[in-house]
Antibody, heavy 125, light 108 residues
């Protein structure tokens, strides 16, 4: 069965960086993409971006461009999300989710069908 | 960017009643690439419906999705106690894959 397991909670000071991992199992990692979604306390869901598991094509939401980097390590079926220059507004639970699939040489949109358990990132001085 | 607007923000219903949740898009969602999620406190969202009307694996048939273009609906035929939660729609047709603001279904 498909599982996405994320790294543990982090506490960071403003201006620092955080890197969250998401280890996938139970499917062919390179045949799917990974989306990252965050949720501030008491708020809704915010899509942050997407990375392909095949060739590291990325798409980021405009408001995070320049501060976020998504990468993958296909040898360990792990996706990473690094967020830099952290501020208090980045305090949130960060989720990874499987999304999009690769078939016949093309990528296709896909719903976020499997999710990690979430990683709480707290930014506080 | 496609903006998704969910209504109502809160729905107060009793177990056994029918719930109808709406999701409106600021522009047409191509190929009806629209999903619905359920989220309970402290847990990750759970995929209920994808491609506007297809139930995800293991989702009971009391959940159904409909609509196309810019107007989509999630219907819960008869609410069970475990259905009281927050529901989100999301479009995955174009980047960014925007979410609606959510509808909370609470016990009346």
């Amino acid at each position: 069965q498909v599982h996405l397991v994320q790294s543990g909670a982090e506490v960071k000071k403003p201006g620092a960086s955080v890197k969250v991992s998401c280890k996938a199992s139970g499917y062919s990692f390179s045949s799917y993409g990974i989306s990252w979604v965050r949720q501030a306390p008491g708020q809704g869901l915010e899509w942050m971006g997407w990375i392909s598991g095949y060739n590291e094509i990325t798409k980021y939401v405009e408001k995070l461009q320049g501060r976020v980097t998504m990468t993958t390590d296909t040898s360990t079926s792990t996706a990473y999300m690094e967020l830099r220059s952290l501020r208090s507004g980045d305090t949130a639970v960060y989720y990874c989710a499987r999304a999009g699939y690769y078939s016949g040489g093309s990528w296709y949109p896909g719903a976020l069908d499997y999710w990690g358990q979430g990683t709480l990132v707290t930014v506080s001085s | 960017e496609i903006v998704l607007t969910q209504s109502p923000a809160t729905l107060s219903l009793s177990p056994g009643e029918r719930a109808t949740l709406s999701c409106g898009a600021s522009q047409s969602v191509s190929s009806n690439y629209l999903a619905w999620f359920q989220q309970k406190p402290g847990l990750a969202p759970r995929l209920l419906i994808y491609d506007a009307s297809t139930r995800a694996t293991g989702i009971p048939d009391r959940f159904s999705g409909s609509g196309s273009g810019t107007d989509f609906t999630l219907t819960i035929r008869r609410l069970e106690p475990e259905d009281f939660a927050v529901y989100y729609c999301q479009q995955y047709a174009i980047s960014p894959g925007t979410f609606g603001g959510g509808t909370k279904v609470e016990i009346k």
